[in-house]
């Protein structure tokens, strides 16, 4: 059974920072590529950061370059989103993704899901 677990969210004030991380089991966790999506409320999914499996490839939305770093430990089978100068626009449920196909993940089209985790960013 694969699951994926998300933690870390929470509260934060415009400015601050916050770590996501998620746990995979199940799965050869070093296959797949990992990543992030959000949603806010009234809002569509959308795609945040991803990581490929091997050399560590990243891509971000552009929303959050230079803000937000996405990277991954394969001997812990986790995969972390360090955010930091936190806007009170990032506030949403963060998503943990994972498919075999980067350019899949990366369209949403992902095989796997975790049950995300909320992040308020106050002003």
């Known amino acids: 059974q694969v699951q994926l677990v998300e933690s870390g969210g929470g509260l934060v004030t415009a400015g601050g920072s916050l770590r996501l991380s998620c746990e995979v089991s199940?799965?050869?966790?070093?296959?797949?590529?990992m990543g992030w999506f959000r949603q806010a409320p009234g809002k569509e999914r959308e795609f945040v950061a991803a990581?490929?499996?091997?050399?560590?490839?990243?891509y971000y939305a552009d929303s959050v370059k230079g803000r937000f770093t996405i990277s991954r430990d394969n001997a812990k089978n986790t995969v972390y989103l360090q955010m930091n100068s936190l806007k009170p626009e990032d506030t949403a449920v963060y998503y943990c993704?994972?498919?075999?196909?980067?350019?899949?993940?990366?369209?949403?089209?992902?095989?796997?899901w975790g049950q995300g985790t909320q992040v308020t960013v106050s002003s």
């Open positions: 993704a994972a498919d075999k196909n980067s350019w899949d993940l990366r369209r949403g089209e992902c095989d796997y």
């Open positions: 199940g799965l050869p966790f070093s296959s797949y590529a």
């Open positions: 990581i490929i499996w091997m050399g560590g490839r990243t």
